[in-house]
């Protein structure tokens, strides 16, 4: 769906090494059989290679990946707590699959190339495209309606400013089959449930939410050429971001009348139902589908979370109905997410059209406001055991017991050379073992090994078929 | 690592849609709210889409992706048990990191591109690269020895033909910092550990293990230039793709004498010890490496698997001492896996060696494999509820019927349209619901739910707070 945060990628720069030369100051390459080695084609680089990912990609570094891991399983579980079925897409499409007509930005920032055979091919900006395609092939062996989730990789070439890179990941959630406000409904439920899992109160966010059918009600008083409404929405997703001026200016270069554009500012600034009401009379389409999803809101439990807004309208052209979008409520961060319904995208493909919405959750805004309301777990490495030899001769015993313990279903960190007691400790302590297991020749004369249970120093011998 | 099976993707291809003109026959998009929908910038398209993926590139719906997910959960658990931590790089590289002398195969195939800033990227062909650069940059921060494992996708552009696809998986474990052959040991123990998991035994496949530096004894007795090294390995990697008459040609071409080759291909057919002991003299390094491997084997259990051959070198220019491959005792199927000891792959990248080993494990042979042994699981879409209202007016309340349950950790499916009860049954039967929960309005008045068991057919009443 809407790569809501698609223009906010994690902002922690990869850390520079300041000095690489000493990189091999722990271990060192065996320089004894260095001779009798096979030589390598070395020495390709007369200098060293540039040791960074790419600009505005990121490595990720088991500490990274611990967090990343944490994030997406959180992603999972919801998806999983409401029957979603995961799916996947490549990373590679065809350009062709992101051009459309109304002027968005991600269109100016598609990660475009030309392949081996001359094809004009795009590393996916968002993921929504990707499942309209795989929905269009699968056609009539799908059951409907369809739940699918997908985590997923999307990339944009932009120019580099801080705090934003050219790829993050984003978590989706569609539903295509679904044409009530119910659909709506359950997508931002699932997404109040994955806030407040990883402990984001409604006092952290709330989820703006109205309907592009409002705008339409607005722009046809004013019979607006309907062919100017797409253009009409992408400009005022840029509000708050261009001047009140610019964008007045952009509204007429696409044909709107002076009295159109004032109307249309009035009701964006619109908060409450009464207003809009008022406003627009209260028998629209509109009014009706908002008045439902408020009202599902409240059964649903997450009434506290969202507020109507008419401002909201999202950045992507494929939007027909309700649109939201999830925001920090200190005003600090971009959205958080965002989404709504599109039940004209398969027609753009050539398709028959399907009711379907839909959202994008990016991994690089909700980790920015982890970390401002310091909320950001603690998630350490930890493995049970760490196994280690007494004796150089006694490899192949510990290589044993870590055996007889990994078939039993325990983590075992094996230490693979020949080390001081003191540096198993403090590895011990690195990996955030429970147990040390030493295997000493005495103990294993007798076919047993000394346990350590690391946090009370507690000792005893056990035989290592007994090793639970 | 190598990849293995870069050259083997998952065999059946994307399932054509014959017709997708009924694409919307289950679902209709809201008929009756099309006239006051905002109109899409639709028909950017005269035709239809081409709704497959790019050539050579996989979707994952749904059952795919639970497959998926049952291999990389398998990958992932074996990692953890021998203690490694996961990491990932970026998908985009610098071509740069690439591009080695050797003749390797894979160099042609790099899926590289010029970016919008001209610079050369590629579509990462292997993992071991991005390793290397990571573990430059973050040089001494890291404590050795580093034991990392990543599930990363990889690319290679080649000519389609069937079953190759253009990426696939890759799952890959390396230590860094171990000089000793325990390192190796370790890591073909992870890979029999995986293999035993997902039900393969030593009756279906088996790992080659043999050494580079026994080729470089040989080529050694007679003086072949080191610089040729290389490029015999990835020579000798071609056989049995290609004829015995071919070989020789290549080999000739690097100025390897008569005498040279023929013994070489004499020494490559060795399968045992003591043959290689006659023929090298059983002081070398090369025999003493092997010799405790094969020690380390027994000890961990699993000298059923192994077996020495020397005809084992692995396609890659940077391995330098032990080297592996899984394969399929059967003969039907190209290498399961692969892996050896690079300890120069730092230098050739402008850093310090590191003494490093790792192996790379595709996800395509061993899917293939398993459909070939009937192994394949069966990995059923399971959502433990249904929930259903029985009257449009009470869809609110199945929403706070599905909230309760999904607040008590269950996995719900909730039935966001009206639909018949036969309907609802037979969505039940496809997502294997334990329960099917009806809403009502007799039993919602007095604030019950009914719960039938789907298995038994035993139905009952119950509050809906004290639902579990």
Redesign the interface.
């Known amino acids: 769906m809407a790569p809501a945060t698609v223009d906010a990628f994690m902002a922690p720069a990869?850390p520079?090494?300041a000095?690489?030369?000493?990189?091999?100051?722990?271990?060192?390459?065996?320089r004894s059989?260095s001779v009798?080695?096979?030589?390598?084609?070395?020495?390709?680089?007369?200098?060293?290679?540039?040791?960074?990912?790419?600009k505005g990609?990121?490595?990720?570094?088991?500490e990274d990946?611990?967090l990343?891991?944490w994030l997406f399983q959180n992603f999972r579980e919801v998806s999983?707590?409401?029957?979603f079925?995961?799916?996947?897409?490549?990373?590679?499409?065809?350009e062709?699959?992101y051009?459309?007509?109304?002027g968005e930005e991600i269109r100016d920032q598609i990660?475009c190339?030309?392949?081996?055979g001359n094809r004009r091919?795009a590393?996916r900006p968002e993921l929504t495209p990707?499942l309209a395609?795989?929905?269009?092939?699968?056609?009539?062996?799908l059951?409907?309606?369809i739940?699918?989730y997908a985590i997923g990789?999307c990339?944009r070439?932009e120019n580099m400013t801080r705090g934003r890179r050219r790829?993050h990941y984003q978590w989706n959630m569609d539903?295509?089959?679904?044409?009530?406000v119910?659909?709506e409904?359950?997508l931002i439920?699932s997404i109040v449930?994955f806030f407040k899992r990883i402990g984001i109160t409604a006092k952290d966010v709330g989820i703006k939410i109205s309907s592009?059918?409002v705008?339409?009600?607005v722009m046809s008083l004013y019979s607006v050429p309907?062919?100017s409404?797409?253009k009409a929405?992408i400009i005022i997703d840029k509000m708050g971001k261009i001047t009140i001026e610019e964008l007045k200016k952009e509204l007429k270069s696409i044909e709107l009348s002076n009295d159109a554009i004032e109307n249309l500012l009035q009701v964006l600034s619109i908060k409450s139902f009464t207003e809009l009401e008022e406003k627009l009379g209260g028998t629209?389409?509109a009014i009706n589908e908002l008045k439902q999803l408020f009202?599902?809101a409240?059964?649903?439990?997450y009434s506290e979370w969202i507020q109507f807004d008419a401002s909201v309208v999202r950045g992507l052209?494929?939007y027909?109905?309700i649109v939201f979008e999830g925001f920090d409520r200190e005003g600090k961060l971009r959205a958080v997410c965002g989404g709504g319904r599109y039940?004209?995208?398969?027609?753009?493909?050539?398709?028959?059209?399907?009711?379907a919405c839909g959202f994008g959750f990016g991994d690089a805004v909700i980790i920015e406001l982890l970390k401002e309301r310091r909320l950001l777990p603690e998630v350490p490495?930890e493995?049970e055991n760490?196994v280690c030899s007494l004796d150089p001769d006694l490899?192949?015993?510990a290589?044993?017991v870590a055996?007889v313990l990994?078939g039993k279903?325990?983590?075992?960190?094996?230490v693979?050379?020949n080390k001081p007691l003191k540096w198993v400790f403090k590895?011990a302590a690195?990996?955030n073992a429970r147990r040390l297991i030493l295997v000493g020749s005495a103990e294993w004369e007798k076919g047993m090994v000394v346990v350590k249970i690391l946090s009370s120093g507690e000792q005893y011998q056990v035989n290592v078929d007994e090793l639970e």
């Not at 190339?113 to 081996?116: A, G, K, L, S, V």
């Not at 409240?298 to 439990?301: A, D, N, S, Y």
Request: hydrophobic share 30%; aromatic share 10%.
């Open positions: 990869t520079l090494s000095d690489n030369s000493d990189v091999n100051a722990t271990p060192h390459a065996s059989s009798s080695s096979p030589p390598y084609q070395a020495v390709d680089y007369s200098q060293k290679i540039d040791v960074n990912p790419r990609t990121r490595d990720f570094p088991p990946m611990r990343r891991n999983q707590l409401f029957g079925e995961e799916v996947d897409y490549p990373i590679l499409e065809s062709a699959l051009i459309r007509k109304g990660y190339f030309e392949d081996r091919v590393l990707s395609r795989l929905v269009m092939q699968k056609g009539q062996s059951s409907y309606p739940k699918w990789q990339w070439y790829e539903i295509i089959g679904v044409p009530d119910t659909g409904a359950e439920s449930t592009r059918k705008l339409q009600e309907e062919t409404f797409t929405c629209g389409e009202s599902l409240e059964k649903f439990g052209a494929y027909t109905g039940d004209r995208l398969f027609s753009t493909f050539g398709g028959d059209d399907l009711p490495l493995i760490i490899k192949g015993a290589a044993r055996s990994r279903g325990r983590c075992v960190d094996l693979l050379e590895r690195r990996i």
